[in-house]
């Protein structure tokens, strides 16, 4: 089922632009993720304003100036080329975009992919199974050992924290207790992936277990968003992309190129600063993820059966 968004962009292409001192405004427009798998692409039938989405430039920055005057600063985000439509850029780095005058920009040479809504994160309160038991997941700190699933304990290498508003599709999913193998109830957010294992991963994947997003196992009953006006994310990074016990269920860590991918924000330096590597798409793809990731459509299919 498509998922709708609203963001703000500024009509300019970094790769093609415009001459310095033209004048760019800001306008809220509808996105759809066509197949509500978090992302926008070049395929898929992606959409902005009504126009297909063709390429995803992730990555190119504007330099600006405010049209009240003083001095000029970088944006980096991602630029959208829609069928039939203007070039599209949308800021990745937090920056609330207002009426400037373009100075210059920089682009990409590479068509990726942007990932929409809140990356996989736990909420501030959920407890992690620790060498020392479970602790709250705000409390933890880098260098802690975790117990994971697959490769004992590991040291934990960087904990990360946003607020974000949460509302709508934005909003947490709650599991109820034992729903999951969780002993108290769990939110989390809605790209969280959370294993399923059974006849039913081996049926349909060809795997004894997956990683499925929680807003993909909604039931309405014991697995529902709960709305709040805002909440704090946590995120958990390892040396590699591990699975975890957030009150005795089983879900994922972090995976860097979900930040990584979606451009040069504070936390993505940070990261990048811990595991320079990451800094070529080499070094991204190198990063597999712990378990086979179901597409949405796949997932549906799958919580069916």
């Not at 089922?1 to 405004?25: A, C, I, K, R």
């Not at 630029?79 to 100075?103: C, E, H, K, W």
């Not at 277990?209 to 709960?226: M, Q, S, Y």
């Amino acid at each position: 089922m498509p998922t709708n968004y609203s963001f703000t962009f500024y009509v300019v292409d970094p790769g093609n632009p415009p001459g310095s001192n033209t004048q760019l405004n800001p306008m809220t427009l509808n996105v759809v993720d066509q197949n509500d798998d978090g992302f926008l692409r070049g395929t898929g039938g992606d959409r902005i304003a009504g126009y297909t989405i063709t390429d995803v430039w992730v990555g190119d920055t504007i330099t600006v100036r405010n049209t009240s005057g003083g001095p000029t600063y970088t944006i980096t985000g991602v630029t959208y080329y829609i069928a039939g439509g203007p070039a599209l850029f949308m800021a990745t780095d937090g920056t609330n975009l207002q009426s400037v005058r373009f100075r210059s920009s920089t682009f990409v040479n590479e068509s990726t992919e942007y990932q929409v809504g809140a990356v996989p994160c736990f909420t501030a309160g959920t407890r992690i199974e620790s060498a020392s038991g479970p602790v709250a997941v705000e409390d933890l700190q880098a260098g802690d050992l975790i117990v994971t699933r697959d490769n004992g304990l590991q040291p934990l290498r960087w904990l990360g924290c946003t607020t974000v508003p949460a509302q709508g599709e934005h909003a947490p999913i709650r599991f109820a207790p034992g729903v999951l193998g969780n002993r108290r109830a769990l939110l989390v957010s809605p790209n969280h992936r959370m294993l399923v294992e059974g006849w039913r991963a081996e049926l349909f994947f060809g795997e004894a277990e997956v990683l499925v997003a929680a807003k993909h196992l909604l039931n309405g009953d014991t697995i529902r968003r709960v709305e709040r006006t805002r909440i704090t994310y946590l995120h958990l990074l390892f040396d590699r992309h591990e699975i975890v016990f957030a009150e005795g269920a089983a879900s994922e860590s972090l995976h860097p190129g979900e930040i990584i991918l979606q451009g040069d924000s504070a936390t993505a330096r940070e990261i990048l600063a811990l595991f320079p590597e990451l800094a070529s798409r080499d070094g991204l793809t190198d990063r597999r993820t712990a378990r086979v990731i179901p597409t949405a459509r796949e997932a549906q299919i799958l919580c069916a059966a």
